[in-house]
């Protein structure tokens, strides 16, 4: 399954998308695209680790489509304020994935 990083849950306000077939890829890309949009020759650890908590499975469009609607739920629900985009995706990723196991369990 691809893998998937937007640069914007880990830097608020870069657009930039990686995609790769593991992790690795990934975090290459990731490296690459810090060192020249980012100016960071280094990755310091604390980045590093909000990157690999950032990648994502590239999920089915109609999946991703429920988790992005649910994650906008979750931050009207929380007054509108910024900075915690990637975890309402993570909250609403959780309840489906919830709702999904409960559902194929029935």
């Known amino acids: 399954m691809t893998k ?3 640069c ?3 830097i608020p306000g870069c657009s930039f998308e990686m995609r790769g077939d593991s992790e690795a890829d ?3 890309k990731a490296a690459e695209h810090a060192k020249s949009a980012h100016n960071m ?3 310091p650890a604390d980045v590093l680790s909000k990157v690999r ?3 994502r499975d590239k999920a089915a469009p109609e999946l991703e489509s ?4 649910r994650a906008y739920e979750l931050y009207e629900q929380r007054g509108k ?3 915690r985009a990637l975890d309402d995706w993570c909250q609403a990723e959780a309840e489906l994935t919830e709702q999904k196991r409960r559902h194929a369990a029935a």
Do not use: T
């Open 53 to 55: 908590g950032a990648i």
């Open 26 to 28: 990934v975090l290459r």
């Open 8 to 10: 914007n849950d880990v």
């Open 81 to 83: 304020q910024d900075g």
């Open 66 to 69: 429920r988790i992005r609607a």
């Open 4 to 6: 998937v990083l937007q």
């Open 41 to 43: 020759r280094e990755i």
